[in-house]
């Protein structure tokens, strides 16, 4: 059986996918979507795919198609998702699932209703070095005491990661912290049930907080300090400090160390050492086995009414 997939969106992340499904037998990447023709058509001869649109029921229409991914702006996930799941077709969509807690209920209910495969792009369930610290602590090896986690980038304009011009604003809150709320809940294995949020002044141009300071504590005890910047001129990502009971790991993306700096080798962690090319792994084989994904649209849930609930703070 070979999963035919239509991919949206041929930006920065888009491209990581395509790199990621290359490496996967049984897939085949047959549409792909974007909005500028030129550039779409592009990476479409660049990776040898035949149809190309910039309007995405083009390829929902496509009887072929089996499974969509989409890489779009923010704003337009949980509508697209949505549409994907009415035409029959598995979905996964990058983060965040929604830019609102009605968007997340509504594709949580529709996925129960059609039964289909509709998973979110939580891509540091995926990491093999979250993956290692996850095995050790479903192992009893290891308990969370603190995550300490800073994500940080450098974008007073609206560049992607690309470093090109952005079609849409991104926002630290519904994107950004979304990854760290689910996967402390996750490595936790226990539900939050203390946030807090504050904010930074809102860009003029932008209309979104450049800073964001977030403490989250779990049912078991545990505790999480994120501070988020759009400000910050220094290396650019996510990096999350594990402390622990037995010991303390830094994780920067799929790269694992101890508290004092020294390398842990995570390659015997998982199949691959791309993070998103474990997560689309995840995708197609929850399609092929006909089972629910490690973070799948029910399984991240919880982390939407979170970010809810701190939305609502800091509007308040």
Known sequence: MTIKVALAGAGAFGIKHLDGIKNIDGVEVVSLISRDLEKTKAVADQYGIKHITTRLEDSLALKEVDAVILCTP??????????????????????????????????VALQKQTGLVAMCGHTRRFN?????????????????????VQTYFFRRTNMNAAGQP??????LLWHHAAHTVDLFAYQCN???????AIQGPIHPVLGIAMDMSIQLKAANGAICTLSLSFNNDGPLGTFFRYIGDTATYIARYDDLFTGKEEKIDVSQVAVSMN??????????????????????VAKVFNCYQVLHQLEQQLNG
């Open 74 to 107: 923010t704003q337009m996930h949980a509508e697209q998702t949505l549409a994907c799941l009415k035409a029959g077709k598995h979905v996964q969509v990058e983060i965040p699932l929604a830019d609102s807690l009605k968007g997340a209920e509504e594709v």
């Open 166 to 171: 952005r079609s849409w604003t991104d926002h």
């Open 275 to 296: 993070g998103i090319e474990l997560q689309d792994r995840e995708f197609f084989a929850a399609i092929k086995e006909g089972r629910e994904p490690n973070s799948s």
């Open 190 to 196: 226990s539900p939050i049930v203390q946030a807090n």
């Open 128 to 148: 093999p070095s979250h993956q290692y610290v996850h095995n050790k602590i479903q192992a009893g090896e290891f308990n969370i005491q603190q995550m300490d």
